[in-house]
T-cell receptor, first 114, second 113 residues
Framework: AQTVTQSQPEMSVQEAETVTLSCTYD???????LFWYKQPPSRQMILVIR??????QNATENRFSVNFQKAAKSFSLKISDSQLGDTAMYFC???????????FGKGTKLSVKP | NAGVTQTPKFQVLKTGQSMTLQCAQD?????MSWYRQDPGMGLRLIHY???????DQGEVPNGYNVSRSTTEDFPLRLLSAAPSQTSVYFC????????????FGQGTRLTVV
């Protein structure tokens, strides 16, 4: 079964600085996808970024980028120029290509301080 | 386009009561799922469905029933609520094949007293 480890239960960062959230996973799939979701206090689940495992290039979405190390099964999220609105829980979630199940890590609570 | 509609948003039940959490999507997604979110535990998969008439168990299925009679709807039933089922519940849908993301409902905060 897939397992996902987010080793940082809580983190804080000063506004405008950069922070990296870590995620490691275990999967037997060869073709899979990886997602980071953000959950602000509103409880809504919001997609932050997506990576396809067969692509070597790391995904980037504005201030958000990933460092995807397939051999190490590592998928970290970097947030540049942190903003107060980035304060949220962040979940790493691999998805097996053949099954479609999203498996979530336990999350990292990020606080951006002014 | 409403996406995933989940109702109710809040519910309080007494131990032993039954209820159904509703989930509907209008994106014609084959795949739908239910998760529960507990503090420090992330989201854990309860049940999922890969199409009408097909359901399967996830990581924490005990105490919950599901059915999928149409592509659009995937209700979650608690037959006899227990305090251990106090949680936030999320319904999600996505295209079964491919790497598209899951779309989530707004969540239901359920308290069993």
């Amino acid at each position: 079964a897939q397992t996902v480890t987010q080793s940082q239960p809580e983190m804080s960062v000063q506004e405008a600085e950069t922070v990296t959230l870590s995620c490691t996973y275990d999967t037997s799939e060869n073709n899979y996808y990886l997602f980071w979701y953000k959950q602000p206090p509103s409880r809504q689940m919001i997609l932050v970024i997506r990576q396809e495992a067969y692509k070597q290039q790391n995904a980037t979405e504005n201030r958000f980028s990933v460092n995807f190390q397939k051999a190490a099964k590592s998928f970290s999220l970097k947030i540049s120029d942190s903003q107060l609105g980035d304060t949220a829980m962040y979940f790493c979630a691999p998805r097996g290509g053949s099954q479609g199940n999203l498996i979530f890590g336990k999350g990292t609570k990020l606080s951006v301080k002014p | 386009n409403a996406g995933v509609t989940q109702t109710p948003k809040f519910q309080v039940l007494k131990t032993g009561q039954s209820m159904t959490l509703q989930c509907a999507q209008d994106m014609n997604h084959e795949y739908m799922s239910w998760y529960r979110q507990d503090p420090g535990m992330g989201l854990r998969l309860i049940h999922y469905s890969v199409g009408a008439g097909i359901t399967d168990q996830g990581e924490v299925p005990n105490g919950y029933n599901v059915s999928r009679s149409t592509t659009e709807d995937f209700p979650l039933r608690l037959l006899s609520a227990a305090p251990s089922q106090t949680s936030v519940y999320f319904c999600a849908s996505l295209i079964f094949q491919g790497g598209t993301e899951a779309f989530f409902g707004q969540g239901t905060r359920l308290t069993v007293v």
